[in-house]
């Protein structure tokens, strides 16, 4: 299927800005899952597992008598995954290079879950719509997504973050990627015949006294996606550089406010009929 041009890349780089990512953003997602109803026994489709750690939490709320299957596009990420898995010890998942809307049908799961994936497939209401002959009758999908169009906490002291961050949204936006797929959940869900709770889940994700820890989560972004800003003429590669190592750097580093991890993330999930 055709999808949007993926602007952070499949590389080392941006296996480790995936890690760090999902250590910050783990607490919102884990209250999604829970919420969505995620729990003891399940087999759980993970649909874009990417370096495994959606699925490695999965793991720890489905326990021992459930199981995850963690599949992606990238046959790297997927070996990466699988090689952190092994070294955890971690027996109740395994992962798999393969579409998740291509799947045989005739094994089906409790739920199928995923993290900022909707947003890179081309028709995310098609895509929920396959997911779902994956699912068993009055399984979950649940999933959660950027909302990015929803006013993120900022503070006016932040100029160069709030212009970076329009920068990667750009990019987002040029690739054909949606950002505000969050938002747009709950009618997906009900377009793709689901049966969603009307009332998802919405958080942000900031620090306070962590310049470090806000200055690195940006200057990740920026790491992978680089090649993808100077490729689409957004802006130069120096230009960039200088912005992340000195500028946001010197904003961020021994910033005294509220720094934003990301753009709001609302976590929506549905029952198959």
């Not at 719509?129 to 993120?152: D, K, M, P, Y």
Request: hydrophobic share 45%.
């Amino acid at each position: 299927m055709d999808d949007t041009d993926y602007v952070l890349g499949r590389t080392s780089t941006e296996y480790e800005r995936l890690i760090e990512q999902a250590e910050l953003l783990r607490p919102l997602t884990e209250r999604m899952l829970r919420a969505a109803g995620i729990g003891a026994g399940m087999r759980v489709l993970d649909v874009g597992c990417g370096v495994g750690e959606v699925s490695l939490l999965v793991s720890e709320l489905v326990g021992p008598d459930g199981s995850v299957v963690g599949v992606d596009l990238d046959g790297d990420a997927v070996r990466f995954a699988d090689e952190r898995r092994a070294a955890r010890g971690v027996a109740n998942v395994v992962f798999h290079q393969a579409d998740a809307r291509s799947l045989p049908s005739d094994d089906l799961f409790d739920a199928a879950v995923g993290r900022f994936v909707l947003m890179f497939m081309s028709d995310p209401t098609a895509a929920l719509r396959l997911i779902a002959q994956r699912v068993r009758s009055g399984g979950i999908v649940a999933f959660h997504e950027w909302a990015a169009n929803v006013a993120s906490p900022s503070a006016t002291n932040q100029p160069v973050l709030d212009s970076f961050r329009n920068l990667i949204a750009a990019t987002f936006e040029r690739s054909g990627a949606r950002l505000d797929t969050g938002a747009e959940l709950y009618w997906r869900m009900r377009d793709a015949g689901l049966e969603p709770d009307p009332r998802p889940l919405a958080e942000f994700a900031v620090c306070m006294g962590q310049g470090v820890v806000g200055y690195r989560r940006w200057a990740l972004f920026a790491r992978s996606m680089l090649p993808k800003i100077v490729e689409y003429g957004l802006d130069a590669e120096e230009e960039v550089l200088d912005t992340v190592e000195r500028r946001l750097h010197d904003e961020l580093i021994d910033s005294r406010d509220l720094i934003p991890l990301s753009w709001l993330m609302i976590g929506q999930w549905a029952r198959k009929p």
